[in-house]
Nanobody, 124 residues
């Protein structure tokens, strides 16, 4: 059974930093794409940063240069380092994992396994 447990969210001022963590279990790391997605009130869930099994990474244009996704396979943990946070980064952040689905591996609809989410709030 795939399980994903996020932590690390919180409230920060604009320009601050947070690091999200997602402890994963129940699947072979090398066979799944894993990533971070977010959903703000009234908006669709969107991909923030995703790692393909090949090691290729995807970042949304809005976070390039500010966010970094990484994995510690020994700890079965996925991270998202978020720097220079902006109010528009405010959202519920979710980690997700699933088999990489062709050309759609960055799309939220390609993922069936989700964590419970962790709230990130950035004030101006």
């Amino acid at each position: 059974q795939v399980q994903l447990v996020e932590s690390g969210g919180g409230s920060v001022q604009a320009g601050g930093s947070l690091r999200l963590s997602c402890v994963t279990s129940g699947y072979t790391d090398s066979s799944y794409c894993t990533g971070w997605f977010r959903q703000a009130p009234g908006k669709k869930r969107e991909g923030v940063a995703v790692i393909h099994t090949t090691g290729t990474t995807y970042y949304a244009d809005s976070v390039k240069g500010r966010f970094t996704i990484s994995k510690d396979n020994a700890k079965n943990t996925l991270y998202l380092q978020m720097n220079s946070l902006k109010p528009e980064d405010t959202a519920m952040y979710y980690c997700a994992a699933d088999f990489c689905f062709g050309g759609y591996w960055t799309a939220p609809t390609s993922y069936n396994h989700w964590g419970q989410g962790t709230q990130v709030t950035v004030s101006s």
